[in-house]
């Protein structure tokens, strides 16, 4: 990871703020951001929160479940094969969802993805986690209490024969979905707006 800035080049919102450069998840979360596309106005408001949120010294990962801090980072990861797309049905959420987690405190994102797909589907990438193609904001749902989920999308390809152990505690079951064949009435607000980055990024 790179050394943090000297005192007046930090962003706004760090400076003055003893230790926070060096807070080697911060910085990577941050560069995570700063290297994300954005593809629209709320993406770019979207992204926008996320740095200030990063720069502001608050916590950044939930320490206490189910939703201390009331705002914190998730690290979702599509797993795309050509026009398809691996949605998990939540157990919790009660919704058709991309895989994904809670980063924890020290991890960074990528070791996340890493994590998360060997936890909740039993299997590894065949290569390595890119930077995310998208942030979102979004207020949960489901039978836990509301929060704010600060979330990356990266993407993991793999193909659709690939074998999977999927966590029956956590998910009812795992389905591949075409593009075209989501089911938007019980996912992710954003899920579509997802795909529809994805789909351009491959042209």
């Given at each position: 990871?790179?050394?943090?800035?000297?005192?007046?080049?930090?962003?706004?919102?760090?400076?003055?703020?003893?230790?926070?450069?060096?807070?080697?998840?911060?910085?990577?979360?941050?560069?995570?951001?700063?290297?994300?596309?954005?593809?629209?106005?709320?993406?770019?408001?979207?992204?926008?929160?996320?740095?200030?949120?990063?720069?502001?010294?608050?916590?950044?990962?939930?320490?206490?479940?189910?939703?201390?801090?009331?705002?914190?980072?998730?690290?979702?990861?599509?797993?795309?094969?050509?026009?398809?797309?691996?949605?998990?049905?939540?157990?919790?959420?009660?919704?058709?969802?991309?895989?994904?987690?809670?980063?924890?405190?020290?991890?960074?994102?990528?070791?996340?993805?890493?994590?998360?797909?060997?936890?909740?589907?039993?299997?590894?990438?065949?290569?390595?986690?890119?930077?995310?193609?998208?942030?979102?904001?979004?207020?949960?749902?489901?039978?836990?209490?509301?929060?704010?989920?600060?979330?990356?999308?990266?993407?993991?390809?793999?193909?659709?024969?690939?074998?999977?152990?999927?966590?029956?505690?956590?998910?009812?079951?795992?389905?591949?979905?075409?593009?075209?064949?989501?089911?938007?009435?019980?996912?992710?607000?954003?899920?579509?707006?997802?795909?529809?980055k994805q789909a351009k990024?491959?042209?």
């Amino acid at each position: 990871m790179k050394s943090a800035p000297p005192p007046d080049e930090a962003p706004f919102g760090l400076q003055g703020r003893a230790g926070h450069w060096q807070d080697p998840q911060r910085i990577a979360v941050r560069a995570e951001l700063l290297a994300i596309q954005a593809m629209d106005e709320l993406e770019r408001e979207h992204r926008a929160d996320a740095l200030a949120w990063v720069d502001s010294g608050t916590e950044l990962c939930r320490r206490v479940k189910p939703a201390t801090p009331p705002k914190h980072l998730i690290a979702y990861f599509a797993v795309v094969s050509a026009l398809h797309l691996l949605l998990v049905d939540h157990k919790g959420a009660q919704r058709w969802l991309p895989p994904g987690g809670h980063v924890e405190p020290g991890e960074h994102p990528r070791e996340t993805v890493q994590r998360e797909l060997q936890e909740e589907l039993g299997f590894t990438a065949s290569h390595p986690i890119s930077a995310p193609l998208m942030v979102t904001r979004t207020e949960t749902v489901g039978l836990t209490p509301g929060h704010t989920d600060v979330s990356l999308w990266y993407v993991v390809h793999a193909p659709r024969d690939q074998a999977i152990r999927f966590d029956r505690g956590e998910f009812h079951g795992v389905r591949w979905f075409g593009f075209d064949d989501l089911p938007l009435e019980r996912t992710d607000p954003q899920l579509a707006r997802f795909v529809a980055k994805q789909a351009k990024s491959r042209l």
